[in-house]
């Protein structure tokens, strides 16, 4: 595994939002500096991020994450959806036999919101 994810990843208790999970992959390929030019931060910036210790708030720089490295917000079933309620749909989706739940199945295969769990 890599540096940068590992530290979110104990970070961020076990499971970082999907942005920090792509903004530490980015910073794995090409480093923090690299990461912090491509969403319009600093590298200080993105190492408080990752290590879930960044004082102001996370809105700005998830938008600048999603916008800039192409992190799909919008459910292809459901639409616009918070975080939590996709996590509740995802973990629904696999005990759920209906046509919607089939329809999620297939969509959080995919999704850059899966939770691996």
């Not at 792509?22 to 290590?51: H, P």
């Not at 919008?74 to 616009?80: A, F, I, Q, T």
Request: charged content about 20%.
């Amino acid at each position: 595994m890599s540096a940068h994810l590992s530290k979110a990843e104990r970070a961020w208790k076990g499971t970082p939002p999907p942005f920090v999970v792509a903004l530490a992959e980015l910073a794995d390929r090409s480093g923090l500096a690299a990461a912090g030019a491509a969403i319009g931060y600093g590298k200080a910036a993105v190492s408080l991020v990752l290590s879930a210790r960044y004082g102001a708030g996370l809105g700005r720089i998830e938008a600048a994450v999603n916008e800039k490295l192409g992190i799909s917000t919008v459910c292809p079933v459901l639409g616009d959806i918070t975080e939590e309620r996709c996590a509740r749909e995802q973990a629904g989706a696999q005990r759920n036999r209906s046509l919607l739940g089939g329809m999620l199945r297939n969509a959080c295969r995919d999704c850059p919101r899966r939770n691996p769990s």
